[in-house]
């Protein structure tokens, strides 16, 4: 079982199967699944004097106490982390947390906009999104949870966020899927967060976020609670990090 959780802790994929075998574990099981599952999805921003700290939600920052650099240096990332609250000063963050583990997620920024390019370097593949806690847009980032077949060929997925789509909405985005034929085969999950800041400042209000996408039914779009993340004292380096699928 822990080796199997373990496993989890690798691959966002295997989350229903750990949850589904919460009640069969013992008290120590117990402890080792709630310390294996995450928590929380965050972002990792460092300060100018190179300490971090973990940007929880909008407004929720954490304070990792038993951390004393960032384990991404100084780029920016989202990230899956499973913490626990602690009773130490926090240092003007809103919380002091012990961060169990953390790994962060695909983070990009969205691409050029090629027009009739698009579809030839971006592609068309199509994804399904997932709606669970990680499919989320706040801190000024959009994060999605998608699910596309793997194929067999091992060749990397190539995935994007294309802003501008729509010229009487400038807060609607497309999410695009290239998979360089590599489709076919069982379906699996990817996890990537995209950088919201060059959209129109909200000015602090929320507005309604536009995501389309091309799924295996034809095409589909959902609906985000949308705000302009608040400045910070943050590196503005993005980087590309792990994800479940082999993706860039």
Known sequence: MKKRMKKWYMSAMALLVALGSQSCLDDDDNNYYYMSVPNAIVTVKTTENDSFYLQLDDTTTLLPVNLNASP??????????????????SEGYTHAVQVNWIDSILTKQPA???GLKNDSVY??????MVNDWVTIAEDGYLTLRFRTEVGSSGAKHFVNLLLNQNPENPYEVEFRHNAFGNTGGPMADGLV????DSLPDTQGKTVKLKLAWHSYSGEKSTEFDYCTRKSSPVSSAIAAERSTLMME
């Open 193 to 196: 967060a995209f950088n919201l």
């Open 123 to 128: 592609g068309t593949d199509p994804v399904e």
């Open 72 to 89: 991404f240096g100084k780029k920016e990332v989202r990230a899956l982390t499973n913490f626990e609250f602690v009773d130490r000063p």
């Open 112 to 114: 050029p906009d090629l």
